[in-house]
């Protein structure tokens, strides 16, 4: 089972960037899905979430600027950056709680992505 994740990049301050993160290989079902990041020197920190439904947070950083969504058909979950700021600036992260088998749940990460605004 791996979290693959994809679209970080270079952009202006104001542009946007959407990130996505597929969980692949053998298990019975993906839960809670989420996005974290971590800028140079700072901890981790959770950005948005998501469960099988609605959007569960968002960091009041981001409110009404990113938006989290999921196509479970895909396992995927998606995040929509608009307004990027370069305080955004930082290695995102895909998090994901997917059982294996049922009832037996794990934690998976995904590998990061760049997430550079600069003028």
């Known amino acids: 089972v791996q979290l693959v994740e994809s679209g970080g990049g270079s952009v202006q301050p104001g542009g946007s960037l959407r990130l996505s993160c597929a969980a692949s290989g053998s298990f019975f079902r993906v839960n809670d899905m989420g996005w974290y990041r971590q800028a140079p020197g700072k901890e981790r920190e959770l950005v948005a979430a998501i469960t099988n439904g609605a959007p569960t947070h968002y960091a009041d950083s981001v409110k009404g600027r990113f938006t989290i969504s999921r196509d479970n058909a895909k396992n995927t979950v998606y995040l929509q950056m608009n307004s990027l700021r370069p305080e955004d600036t930082a290695v995102y992260y895909c998090?994901?709680?997917?059982?294996?088998?049922?009832?037996?749940?794990?934690?998976?990460w995904g590998q990061g992505t760049q997430v550079t605004v600069s003028s």
């Open positions: 998090n994901a709680e997917i059982e294996e088998r049922i009832f037996t749940r794990r934690d998976y």
